[in-house]
């Protein structure tokens, strides 16, 4: 069992290691965004595994903010090359 | 306390003066401040008679218990000579000055303020026994003199004299403070007195040659000694009372009275007679050479007061030489010191009536330029009578004091013949010559200095104002000094008892117990058979064929370049240190961050390479070291690729994504070493200001050469070995601090009291919340100003002013 989550572990990292690449190379923009979402996923499954690796179940917190933050930032980043800002303003006031 | 009370007491009344100069309009003030010296004069002429005897009256007051500070007062025969001189011409001065400058249109109260301030200081240069006393009383003088000389404050050349004579009296000052400190630390007091008698140990201390040397800058500029000398002629801006008071008879011989004072501690050595012989020597040349250039009254008055000077330094370095010697050569050396105190005496009453004089003529006929002047002698017959006594004094001829006094320096440069040490026996006969050449030139400069003024044609076109006769008032104080130039010379012997004896014997202690015990007579003539006597004969001669035919050779003097000139170096000194400084600052402040943190990251990894190299702090220990894990090398190998990119890429909006992907490789690092807490935190604001980047980012310019990429990314060796070298060694300074661990850490403490003490199961927040609350108390404080900051910096433009760009915000 503790084998395989090695396993598991070596190939999320290796994947984590490909999008990393992504970040680096990215032709555009928004191919370094989906990098940095992927890298988010891979994170989350990395923790996960870590979790049951060191048996503890503190870090399953880290998971969910992981998670939110991810996309949050994808989010962010999307209508930043989308619109050029984050926050929109009102401009009347 | 009446002694040290008598110190203060012109200053306090100096805090009287502006109250009554503005409340007594119609009364000159200095008839209010002539109470001060008068009283004075009269108290320390009551000590003359104990002093005579050889009594010494001493007062201490503490001022600095805890430091051994103290202003003592003492009273020997040199000290008090040096106080009858400062109150007897103070009051002489003042009763000048209340003729001299006019109540209306002077502003009376800051002189007399200035004056009476000075008066107190010099006093205490004179009377301290303290070495620290000495030194306050003595800067004391220096800051009157600056203001004194500066009291036309709407004129430029009186603002420069004050400017110089400050700089360089403050200079000297302060290496005076140096030598006095060292001193201190020499003989473990600051008393004169103690430090005498043990003057033998102090000779032989290391420091001693320091202290000397020192010391010996701060009486030679204050004395206006070669080089130093530069600042009393252009001291001379000053009012004539207070160069008559100032630069002649008291502030230029504090000096004096210091390498007196000090005799009998450094005399022992042989730099000190070196010194202040060559010194005194040259300086008496050098000043009698120049004044013959002079053309302003005050000026050539100026020069002669630096060549008198130098003739006194010069008696009191052959004087200390009767501490190298055995026998009757004793005698024959401290005579030396007996003609210096006589000159001093001499030269205060001559060169005060001589200024007074200048003044006069100056007031009478609105110039003091030799030039103009001429034929006042009929015009002014009593200032003629008084110029001529004074001048006649200076050059030395007899019926006048001037004239014992020269003899017995001729005498005492003779008798360096007799030395034979420190190959003096080879050089010696360099003194009496020069000395011989500069009595010509001070013959040729006190002729030309009367003559050319009361003699010769009267101009009246090229005068500013019709001259006439100076008010009876003006002269007294003149007339008074010139009546005691001709009494000294006929009771000399009376003044030598009172006042010189006295003296010699407070600066000879060693040779002399008591002033009765010195046995010197004056005598106006010596007998055909004194060599004096001939080299008197010789200067008359000489120095009448050379004043006769002035005009043909003084065109010498034009012919010198003026750039080597004392003066000229001088100006070169200040220019430089202020461009210097000017340059030195442009070169490294330019103003660039960037080259600001150049310098800071240079000294940080000089500063930490140097203290590992000295105190050989490196150490590599592979002990404590855990084993390293797969995890670890890969999200190393991620931190180090996401910061290469950061620094490689071309784009900034790359740099803000590869910034956030080693934020969260660092949460991971967090997870992996099992902080949890530490993890969330990271994450979240790791998010958060990768959103602000973004946000910034908006607003930069668009063309910009990180986006040109041509310029900022090219490859840079400094930076590139500067950033190369911080790295370095923060990690040489982490692996020697992980490899010695002294001492074992406390958290055992905290992982066992926890829950026993605090009641809570989560380590770390119980330790920001409870055991070390205070830091978290101030990170809060922290974070409400950077966000008060914040808003503050957005809503609050007052600092936008019209004209400058205003950064839109689309």
């Known amino acids: 069992m503790i084998t395989f989550l090695w396993v598991i572990v070596v190939l999320i990292s290796a994947a984590l290691l490909g999008f990393i690449y992504r970040l680096v190379k990215g032709p555009t923009t928004p191919d370094r965004v989906i990098a940095l979402d992927a890298i988010g996923v891979g994170l989350i499954s990395l923790i996960g595994l870590i979790s049951i690796l060191f048996d503890t179940p503190f870090f399953l917190e880290v998971i969910l903010l992981l998670a939110v933050l991810s996309f949050i930032g994808t989010i962010a980043f999307s209508k930043f090359t989308e619109k050029g800002e984050i926050i929109q303003r009102d401009r009347n006031s | ?810």
């Open chain 2, 1 to 810: 306390m009446s002694m040290i009370f008598a110190i203060f007491l012109p200053i306090i009344l100096a805090i009287f003066i502006p109250l009554l100069y503005k409340k007594a309009k119609r009364i000159h003030t200095g008839w209010f401040v002539l109470i001060a010296p008068l009283i004075l004069v009269v108290l320390y002429a009551l000590y003359i008679p104990s002093v005579m005897d050889g009594k010494t009256f001493s007062e201490e007051m503490p001022w600095i218990p805890s430091l051994d500070i103290s202003l003592v007062s003492y009273i020997d025969g040199l000290s008090l000579l040096f106080s009858l001189l400062i109150t007897g011409i103070g009051s002489l001065v003042v009763l000048y000055s209340i003729f001299y400058l006019d109540k209306d249109k002077e502003n009376l109260g800051n002189f007399y303020v200035y004056l009476l301030m000075f008066m107190t200081a010099m006093l205490g240069v004179v009377q301290s026994d303290h070495l620290i006393g000495l030194y306050f009383f003595w800067e004391l003088t220096s800051i009157s003199s600056f203001l004194l000389i500066g009291y036309w404050y709407t004129r430029d050349r009186s603002r420069f004299g004050a400017l110089k004579s400050m700089m360089i009296t403050v200079f000297g000052g302060l290496m005076m403070l140096g030598g006095f400190l060292l001193l201190g630390i020499m003989g473990e007091t600051f008393s004169i007195r103690e430090l005498i008698s043990q003057a033998a140990t102090i000779a032989e201390h290391d420091l001693f040659v320091w202290a000397l040397v020192l010391i010996l800058l701060g009486a030679f500029t204050k004395s206006a000694q070669f080089p130093f000398y530069v600042w009393l002629p252009d001291a001379m801006e000053a009012p004539t009372p207070v160069s008559a008071y100032l630069h002649s008879a008291t502030m230029v011989k504090a000096g004096l009275y210091l390498v007196a004072r000090l005799t009998p501690i450094f005399a022992l050595s042989e730099v000190w007679v070196w010194l202040v012989t060559g010194v005194g020597i040259l300086t008496l040349f050098w000043g009698s050479f120049f004044a013959v250039k002079q053309t302003d009254l005050k000026a050539i008055l100026a020069f002669s007061t630096v060549s008198q000077l130098g003739l006194i330094m010069s008696l009191l370095g052959i004087g200390s030489i009767a501490y190298h010697v055995t026998g009757d050569l004793v005698t024959t050396y401290t005579f030396a010191t007996f003609a210096a105190i006589f000159h001093l005496l001499n030269h205060a009453t001559f060169k005060g009536s001589l200024f007074m004089i200048a003044g006069i003529v100056d007031h009478e006929t609105g110039t003091r330029d030799i030039r103009k002047l001429g034929g006042l002698m009929s015009l002014m017959p009593i200032s003629f009578t008084i110029a001529m006594i004074g001048s006649l004094s200076m050059a030395g001829i007899p019926l006048f004091n001037g004239f014992l006094s020269k003899e017995m320096f001729l005498d005492a440069t003779l008798s360096l013949q007799h030395v034979g040490l420190y190959s003096m026996d080879t050089w010696w006969i360099l003194i009496p010559i020069v000395a011989w050449v500069a009595s010509v030139f001070t013959f040729v400069y006190s002729l030309y200095f009367v003559l050319h003024t009361f003699r010769g044609k009267h101009t009246p076109e090229l005068l500013p104002k019709k001259a006439h006769e100076a008010p009876i008032g003006m002269l007294i104080s003149p007339g008074i000094l010139a009546t005691l130039v001709i009494v000294i010379f006929f009771i000399p012997n009376f003044v030598g008892n009172t006042f010189i004896k006295p003296a010699v014997a407070a600066i000879q202690p060693s040779v002399y117990a008591l002033p009765s015990d010195v046995g010197f007579k004056i005598k106006a003539w010596h007998g055909f058979d004194s060599p004096a006597l001939y080299m008197t004969l010789g200067i008359f001669l000489v120095g009448y064929l050379l004043y006769k035919t002035l005009p043909k050779w003084s065109v010498a003097y034009s012919k010198m370049p003026a750039k080597v000139t004392l003066n000229g170096i001088y100006d070169w000194l200040m220019m430089l240190s202020e461009s210097g400084a000017k340059q030195v600052s442009s070169l490294y402040m330019k103003g660039s961050i960037r080259s600001y943190l150049i310098y800071i990251f240079g000294a940080i990894i000089i500063l930490l390479a140097s203290t590992l190299w000295i105190k050989e702090a490196f150490v590599i220990s592979f002990d404590n070291l855990a084993p390293i894990k797969f995890f670890e090398v890969l999200l190393s190998l991620l931190i180090i690729i996401g910061t290469l990119t950061i620094l490689i890429t071309k784009s900034r909006l790359t740099a803000i994504i590869a910034l956030g992907a080693v934020g969260y490789t660092v949460a991971l690092f967090f997870i992996i070493f099992k902080a949890p807490d530490l993890a969330l935190t990271q994450l979240v604001i790791e998010t958060v200001s990768v959103a602000l980047f973004l946000g910034a980012f908006y607003h930069l310019p668009k063309l910009n050469k990180h986006e040109k990429g041509k310029e900022d990314r090219k490859f840079r060796l400094t930076n590139f070995l500067i950033a190369l070298g911080v790295g370095v060694m923060v990690s040489l300074i982490a692996i020697s601090a992980h490899s010695q661990k002294l001492v074992p850490s406390i958290s055992e403490y905290y992982k066992k009291t926890v829950y026993s003490e605090a009641g809570g199961g989560n380590i770390v927040n119980v330790i920001l919340v409870d055991y070390r609350g205070f830091d978290t108390l101030f990170e809060i404080g922290v974070l409400t100003i950077a966000s008060l900051g914040i808003i503050g910096m957005i809503t609050l433009r007052l600092a936008k002013k019209k004209g400058e760009n205003k950064v839109e915000n689309k």
